[in-house]
């Protein structure tokens, strides 16, 4: 099973670069923004609990997201493997992954992670709102927060995967096609 954490921040284009990788790979994108909003939109209380934090700009509590992530991939009996976008995204999720991946004698094969310089997140950001309809990425001091909070609290996770050699920086400046191409490569290489 090639098991892949697909990294970033608010507007790197993980989910753009998840769609390429599934097509390329025949993995099962779970992002957990995406499950989120799910859970919002049909107003569940998860969704509610979830909407409290995200509305300010925070990260949904560990403990949550863990549990909701385990309940996702133990939907699929004999996946090819996973995109997890938008997860882990402290230590502490790093770390219970590893331990829910290990239990089904699996692991992560590498993380993927997408830099993009903070003006260009904010200008993305700020086109989603507009095309989207995405009220997370309306407000600019929402988005600043979700950036600090990325850079405070997120970013460390990928000092995990580099301590386990299994980090792999990708330029997320450029056209969707080239860094698809080096996602695609990347990941080739880490399956050899």
């Known amino acids: 099973m090639l098991n892949l954490v697909l990294f970033g921040p608010p ?3 993980k989910g753009t670069q998840s769609s390429n990788i599934i097509k390329e790979f025949g ?3 779970l992002s957990t ?8 939109g049909n107003s569940t209380d998860l969704g509610k609990l ?12 560990d403990e949550v997201t863990i549990e909701m992530l385990k309940s996702e991939v133990n939907k699929f009996d004999d996946p090819k493997g996973f995109i997890f976008d938008g997860f882990p995204r402290t230590k502490v999720q790093a770390e219970a992954l590893d331990e829910f991946l290990a239990e089904k004698n699996s692991k ?22 507009i095309n989207s309809g995405r009220t997370d990425d309306a ?9 600090d909070v990325y850079n405070k609290e997120t970013a460390p996770v990928k000092v995990f995967y580099k301590q386990q050699d299994k980090l792999h920086l990708i330029n997320g400046k ?19």
């Open 108 to 129: 992560i094969a590498g993380m993927i992670a997408l830099e993009v310089p903070e003006d260009e997140l904010k200008e993305r950001l700020r086109k989603r709102a």
């Open 174 to 192: 450029g056209s969707i096609e080239e860094i698809t191409k080096a996602i695609v490569k990347t990941i080739n290489a880490i399956k050899d």
């Open 11 to 13: 507007g790197a284009g």
């Open 27 to 29: 993995l099962i994108h």
């Open 139 to 147: 407000d600019p001091k929402i988005i600043a927060n979700r950036i």
């Open 33 to 40: 923004g995406d499950i989120f909003r799910a859970n919002i």
């Open 50 to 61: 979830a909407k409290s934090y995200i509305d300010k700009g925070q990260l949904v509590p």
